[in-house]
């Protein structure tokens, strides 16, 4: 099959828009997209420090790889990765070396930080113990991490790798529950709160296969490794039902990232939710103890 815009040999067929690209025209449609997203997202007004979350995997490494086609150039921009070993031998050794080769490829300040160093535990351990799925707990600690090692590093904007697949699976998944508070909360953040760094989201409208074949095309170096607890995690449950949606009717992804965006404005803010601090470690939270404080003094009784 030839491209849509040209006679050469075209790399992937685009469902939801009909149109066959060669790598020439993906390439070019891809970072149209992310250039897109970072302007709609990002106002540079001064020197700024952009931290990129960095898990090894094809999403954060793409999302890195982004970062700094965009920004590296810039002398009022600085980048940093981040990334989180959460203990998980079968998994995470592979996905950091992956990291630690990318971002010396890119010329990229790495820092690598270890929840059993903040939180006494890994997800190893958790795995054996704890009453609910690894994830679960994995989701909160690691959020937790990246937004202190975000304030320590006097980060401005996180960067994530969250892709087209994950945010509207996440959209549902806070609907579904009436989770109002974490809906409100979603990125990307155009307003920056107190104790938390707002997040960037430059592939949130780009499919995950997408992301898999611009990684491919553009040799960027990325984990194929797959987290042993993945398919405990409530999420592909979502993601599976969200995948058939889109194969009867393309474009339904699209469609419930514009939707959301579209009542973004309506949905109770975090001032009206009334937003405290945790009385443990002073995070940001809507009770009287973070998530993040709860599981680490409900994994002390067990272990």
Known sequence: MKCSLCNNDAVVFLKYSGSHLCDKHFTKFFQKRVNLEFRNELR????????????????????????ERVFGKRRDVSIVALTIDEGIKSYRPETIRTAESLTKKLGVEHRILKIEDSFGTSMDLVSEGGRLSPCSYCGVFRRKLINTAGIEENVDYMVTGLNLDDTAQSVMMNIVRGDISRLSRMGP?????????????????????????????QGIDFSHSVCPYADQAIRNEFRESIDRWEERSPGTKYSIINSFDKIRALIPSEQDIKIGKCKVCGSPTPGDVCQSCSFEMEIRTWT
């Open 44 to 67: 540079i007004k001064r020197p700024i420090k952009i931290g990129v979350a960095l898990s090894g995997g094809k999403d954060s490494s793409v999302a890195l790889y982004e970062t």
């Open 189 to 217: 953040h155009s307003q920056v709160k107190g104790g938390l760094v707002p997040r960037l989201q430059p592939l949130r409208k780009i499919p995950e296969k997408e992301v898999m074949l611009y990684a491919i095309l």
